[in-house]
């Protein structure tokens, strides 16, 4: 490790211990710097308050992220102290018995793994104009892993639910600094019911890290991340939608398109749940000079609960349009990754577009539908390369 990078390390890991403010580190941090904190590897840092960590493009070269390069994105500080021993979670609400579970009574249920998606709903922020307040996310906010642990849905047949059991809260264990609220939500009961819905306990293979949840995290596949639950600590049966920050006003989207910079009515919005249509080009990076002859542009594309249909490819800004080729590894919450061999014949600037469409018939357009909070960024991706 070079100095500057072994520097880094040093101060993000201080900074992570002492909750720096960014005002302290930013000084130190150029643009889209990458640093290595505990248990990350090259992560782009978008804050160092919270730890919320970007996955930098390069690395959609595979189909299942390794853990150390997985984003990771928290609204508050991680839990201080968290003993798998004293751990529990509790099942109430509208239910016919209430639960406790430890750890290992966890672990006992039958295991189910899902391979999914996991994407934030404000991936992509940056790129909306006007520019909307919150985390300034890149493309990076989303990575893939192989989630495994019991069902929510059969803990809920455990306890038994009551008619009146519509909604389920989940609850998790952040340190809350001040007056913030906690981060509390909930989904439907249709959707905690779905058997890829999980109470998690492992990614690709291995106990969750403190950053991921440990020792459990809600796992709702297809849905924008923040529906998955970290530190999970309580699992409630409400009767409607519970009402809180992270419900609303936090992740709404507008129910009728908007147009950029115009405010929206809170009771015009209604709560995000499945992803959009979306790819992104991992390679060759944006402003890259590459050599004439033979090149494999190369990416990722998801579609929430939905399938991707296609990937297809211009080097003409947009005026034709080639299918690249899907990967082998899929799964029905996963991202495809693709690839397409292009021959540039000859030299100067290109801008390389590729665009997605799901089994559900949706396209990423061309323009990102803007909304206030700066949710769900999806329009069609671009990259400019010189080829020399
Ligand atoms: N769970 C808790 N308890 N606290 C959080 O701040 N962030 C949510 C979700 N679960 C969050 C949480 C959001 S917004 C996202 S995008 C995902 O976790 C990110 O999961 P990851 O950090 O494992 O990538």
Redesign the pocket.
């Known amino acids: 490790m070079n100095s500057r990078r072994a520097f880094l390390k040093h101060m993000s890991a201080a900074a992570l211990a002492a909750g720096a403010t960014p005002s302290l580190l930013t000084w130190a941090l150029p643009q889209n710097q990458s640093v290595d904190v505990p248990g990350e590897d090259g992560l782009i840092v978008r804050s160092f308050r919270f730890v919320d960590l970007e996955t930098p493009v390069e690395y959609f070269n595979t189909w299942l992220t390794p853990v150390p390069h ?7 500080f991680e839990p201080v102290q968290l003993d798998a021993q004293d751990w529990r979670l509790s099942v109430g609400g509208e239910l016919e018995k209430p639960l406790a579970l430890t750890l290992a009574e966890l672990s006992k249920l039958e295991t189910h793994t899902v391979v999914n998606t ?1 994407e ?1 709903a404000g991936n992509g922020r940056s790129l909306h104009r006007p520019q909307v307040p919150g985390v300034q996310w890149g493309k990076g906010a989303v ?1 893939t892993a192989r989630f495994s642990g019991p069902r929510l849905r059969d803990i809920l047949q455990r306890t038994g639910i009551k008619p009146t059991g519509k909604h389920v809260m989940f609850r ?1 264990l ?1 340190e809350v600094p001040g007056k913030v609220p906690p ?1 509390i939500r909930s989904i439907p009961i249709e959707k905690a019911l779905d058997a890829d819905t999980l109470i998690a306990t492992h990614m690709n293979g291995s106990p969750l890290t403190k ?3 440990f020792p459990a995290r809600a796992l709702v596949p297809g849905w924008v ?2 529906a ?4 999970l600590t309580e699992i409630k049966l409400l009767e409607s939608e519970f009402v809180g920050n992270f419900m609303s006003p936090g992740y709404r989207f507008p129910n009728q398109p908007v147009k950029p910079g115009d405010a929206v009515k809170p009771e015009d919005t209604h709560p995000l749940t499945a992803l959009s249509v979306k790819s992104v080009i991992a390679g060759p990076s944006d402003g890259a000079t590459v050599k004439a002859g033979k090149l494999a542009v190369h990416g990722a594309a998801w579609a929430g609960e939905a399938d991707i249909a296609k990937v297809e490819i211009s080097t003409d800004a947009g005026t034709t349009w080639t299918a690249a080729k899907l990967g082998h590894d899929q799964a029905h919450h996963a991202w495809r990754l693709w690839t397409y061999d292009w021959k540039p014949n000859k030299p100067g600037d290109y801008t390389i577009l590729s665009r997605a469409t799901d089994t559900q018939g949706r396209t990423q357009p061309a323009t990102p539908a803007w909304n206030p909070s700066g949710y769900l960024y999806n329009a069609i991706d671009q990259v400019n390369v010189h080829v020399a």
């Not at 998955?228 to 530190?231: A, D, I, M, T, Y």
């Open positions: 997985f984003f990771v994105r928290n609204h508050m996991l934030c990575s998790g952040d981060f950053h991921h949840g991340g923040a998955s639950c970290k530190w």
